[in-house]
């Protein structure tokens, strides 16, 4: 794995601050050239484009597929799984069950009460 020297370090925020000036002037040429045709919204300034993009990555956040890493997260735990035996794995997909939001378990109670009703009749 290659690291950083202090001169690599230097060149991340002109590299950050240039690519940031780039994305706000296509997206405010973007958004100048199609929003107000389409949806009659107002054209919009350079640092409005700049806001909105720092905005969205408040919103949004940048994709954790970007990059190698979520390849090497991926790895590490499909290695961790591989090494666990079944009564280990149980246990995991159990805690797993538990920490997952409220309306994803309404859905497979709904699917399991649909399962059970089909084998009931």
């Not at 290659?2 to 230097?10: I, P, S, V």
């Not at 050239?33 to 408040?58: D, E, K, M």
């Not at 794995?89 to 069950?97: G, L, V």
Request: aromatic share 12%.
């Amino acid at each position: 794995m290659k690291t950083f020297n202090r001169r690599n370090r230097f060149l991340i925020a002109p590299i950050i601050l240039a690519a940031l000036a780039g994305f706000g002037f296509i997206t405010m040429i973007l958004w100048n050239n199609l929003l107000p045709q389409i949806f009659h919204l107002p054209q919009i300034t350079y640092w409005q484009a700049v806001g909105l993009l720092i905005l969205s990555r408040l919103l949004f956040g940048f994709s954790s597929h970007m990059g190698g890493r979520h390849h090497q997260r991926m790895g590490h735990m499909r290695e961790k799984w591989e090494q666990m035996n079944p009564q280990e794995r149980e246990e995991f997909m159990q805690r797993f069950h538990q920490h997952r939001p409220s309306w994803a378990c309404r859905k497979d109670n709904r699917t399991n009460q649909e399962t059970t009703d089909n084998n009931k009749s």
